[in-house]
């Protein structure tokens, strides 16, 4: 259940909730809004009556959250959620745009894409130094020399970076180079390294797994959450369906299902979502107007010759076209019809 404090409360008032939390065997997650002090009770709380808590002088109401997701819910955080990224902010009713090659393959062609994409505006760069393959006979990426290569190129230009975390192993060396951590769809329940990564406090891009309902993807970020790392972004990218003319099928509808239920912000992929590069602009278009948060996207030099995901990867004239469609759209969505 969720409990919120009467206007003015404080130190005070929240040690009485977590005394009579920790009476019933249960834990306290404070979150302090601008107006209200709100908190998480945490734990089995099935058999605990609304009433112990409502017959609290300090608290003004006292709601039961039946999900089985808590921290990450709309009732115990009523408005939307942003991540700050340094100086950038996800969510805000703003669209980001997260872009770079699938992984980074050499100094130059990350140079080439920084260069190119901070050009176009982008503040948040990706690109895989540590890459999940289906294969082992695959480019499995360069590991820290990746990631080196992608703090050089985006601190250059000012740019935050995202990168994948595959494994434990991987863990200090991309959280110390890394701003954002990317949970892959192949980890979206490894709850081991969720854990570990929810620890290190930096924000955390989880991608849903190919065969995870909703609830399970937000049932991930609870984990983040209950860690105590609230800077968590989702990311729809598509689920497996019977459909074989896409890599997977996005799952659009996820979008505004996920924005209903919990205050994180939702960006999506439609890169691997897809797996084409003909998708990203039509898809790129559905994804704003259904109310996503951004996306991210992979954008390579040359991508005939891309190491990984060259199908799904836009070359720079294409990424564009993609943007001046989405700034476009942008505007539609200020317009007034009279
Ligand atoms: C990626 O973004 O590099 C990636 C491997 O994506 P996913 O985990 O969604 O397959
Ligand atoms: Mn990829």
Redesign the pocket.
């Known amino acids: 259940m969720v409990v919120i404090l009467r206007n003015g409360s404080g130190e005070e008032e929240i040690k009485k909730v977590e005394v009579l939390s920790s009476s019933l065997g249960l834990n306290c997650h404070i979150s302090k809004g601008a107006e209200k002090i709100v908190i998480g009770i945490i734990g089995d709380d099935r058999y605990t009556s609304v009433e112990r808590f409502e017959a609290l002088e300090c608290v003004e109401q006292v709601v039961r959250v039946l999900k089985p997701f808590k921290l990450v819910s709309r009732e115990f955080h009523g408005e939307d959620l942003n991540v700050e990224v340094g100086d950038v902010s996800i969510g805000n009713g703003k669209f980001v745009v997260m872009a770079g090659p699938?992984a980074v393959e050499d100094r130059s062609m990350i140079e080439e894409s920084a260069a190119f994409l901070s050009e176009m505006g982008v503040r948040i760069i990706r690109g895989?130094a540590f890459k999940?393959r289906t294969s082992p006979y695959s480019f499995q990426g360069l590991g820290r020399k990746g990631l080196e290569l992608l703090r050089e190129a985006a601190d250059r230009y000012g740019m935050k970076t995202v990168t994948?975390v595959i494994g434990e192993t991987t863990l200090e060396a991309v959280s110390s180079l890394s701003d954002i951590l990317?949970i892959?769809?192949?980890n979206a329940q490894n709850f081991q390294l969720i854990q570990r990564v929810a620890s290190c406090g930096k924000p955390v891009l989880l991608?849903r797994g190919f065969m995870n309902t909703v609830e399970e993807l937000l049932l991930s970020a609870e984990y983040i959450a209950y860690g105590g790392n609230m800077s968590i972004i989702l990311c729809e990218?598509g689920i497996r369906t019977f459909e074989t003319s896409t890599r997977n099928t996005l799952d659009i509808s996820a979008i505004p299902l996920i924005k209903m239920q919990s205050p994180l912000p939702i960006i999506a992929?439609p890169s691997?979502a897809s797996g084409r590069r003909d998708l990203i602009i039509p898809l790129s278009r559905a994804i704003l107007a259904v109310g996503a948060d951004g996306i991210?996207v992979e954008v390579h030099p040359r991508p005939e010759s891309a190491l990984s995901d060259s199908k799904q990867s836009l070359n720079f004239r294409e990424f564009e076209k993609l943007m001046r469609e989405l700034k476009s759209l942008v505007s539609a969505r200020e317009l007034v019809l009279t």
Do not use: S, V
Request: aromatic share 0%.
């Open positions: 699938c895989g999940p994948e990317q892959g769809a192949r991608k990218r992929d691997h991210e």
